[in-house]
């Protein structure tokens, strides 16, 4: 009963799942979150998991490099 109140607690409504992988992306408690899902449900979860944490992590590191890039070309002076 524990298990299915904690399930609840992180991921049963619409409102909680979105609360949850916001403290899964901005945290990176993933794993706190991804193992009992995965222990007490299903093993499907771990491939949702890894999934989106490497989808965000790869995209975040996008941004900022791109970011990086844009300021370095900024800063450099155009020598023609």
Not at 15 to 25: D, F, G, K
Not at 29 to 48: C, I
Request: aromatic share 16%.
């Amino acid at each position: 009963f524990e298990d299915r109140v904690w399930i609840w607690n992180r991921y049963g409504t619409a409102y909680r799942a979105m609360c949850t992988l916001y403290e899964v992306t901005f945290a990176g408690n993933w794993p706190t979150n991804a193992r009992p899902a995965l222990e007490k449900v299903s093993h499907a979860f771990v491939l949702f998991f890894v999934v989106y944490v490497t989808i965000i992590v790869f995209a975040v590191i996008r941004v900022i490099c791109l970011l990086v890039v844009i300021g370095v070309g900024r800063a450099q002076p155009l020598h023609a």
